[in-house]
Structure formats: structure tokens, C-alpha cells
Nanobody, 126 residues
């Protein structure tokens, strides 16, 4: 599966962005998708994930209530809607995928994912 992340940019604090992760080569019905981010000098961390096989989602505590992950089956694309953005959300954002068994719950364990897209830069600054 190939993943193409897009939608990053420069936004002021309190603003919104929607990231897209378009998949090709496979149908996301059978995959868990995760969004991760990496700020300069920091380790890559999980932001959110969605598992279509179980209908579950997961969020990092730092983004709960502000970010929403969703999927458009027709477009084979997963989105990350980011609202109320803060300067500490500044990072390169990556989407990743892993083929999962039925009932697999969403996970932000980075090592579970074996397909990665290129990153998209999100900068939150006034």
C-alpha cells in the first residue's frame, strides 16, 4: 500500500487544518491507519489512529477534543481534522498503515505500522 499525506501548512494558534492520507494499492477496510508526528529534536509520537476492522479510534491525550480522525471509503482516504491548534502541535505529520485482523483495535503503537507515507509539515505560529 502506498500512502500520500497532504494538507499541512502554516496556521495561527487557534486555527484549523485538515490532513489527508490517500491510499493506493490496497483498500483501507482491512487496515489500521495511524497519524504520527515528529517535532524537531523529539521522537515520533502517535497522534491518532483508526481501525476499520473494529470501528475503533484512539487519540493521544494532548489532542483529545481537538483532533478528529475519519475515513472516506469512496476515496480510500483517512483524514485528520485538527482544530484549536497550538504552537506545540508544530511538527511533521505522517500517516501509516498496517494490515490487521478482524476486530483489531486502533493503536498508536508506532512499531505496529509497516507502511508509511511521506510527512507533511504543520506549523502553528502567529
Amino acid at each position: 500500500v502506498q500512502l500520500q499525506a497532504s494538507g499541512g501548512g502554516l496556521v495561527q494558534p487557534g486555527g484549523s487544518l485538515r490532513l489527508s492520507c490517500a491510499a493506493s494499492g490496497a483498500i483501507l477496510d482491512y487496515y489500521a491507519i495511524g497519524w504520527f508526528r515528529q517535532a524537531p529534536g523529539k521522537e515520533r509520537e502517535g497522534v491518532s489512529s483508526l481501525s476499520s476492522s473494529s470501528g475503533t479510534t484512539a487519540y493521544a491525550d494532548s489532542v483529545k477534543g481537538r483532533f478528529t480522525i475519519s475515513r472516506d471509503r469512496a476515496k480510500n482516504t483517512v483524514y485528520l481534522q485538527m482544530n484549536s491548534l497550538k504552537p506545540e502541535d508544530t511538527a511533521v505529520y505522517y500517516c501509516a498503515a498496517v494490515l490487521v485482523a478482524p476486530g483489531f483495535r486502533a493503536t498508536m503503537s508506532l512499531t505496529k505500522y509497516n507502511y508509511w507515507g511521506q510527512g507533511t509539515q504543520v506549523t502553528v505560529s502567529s
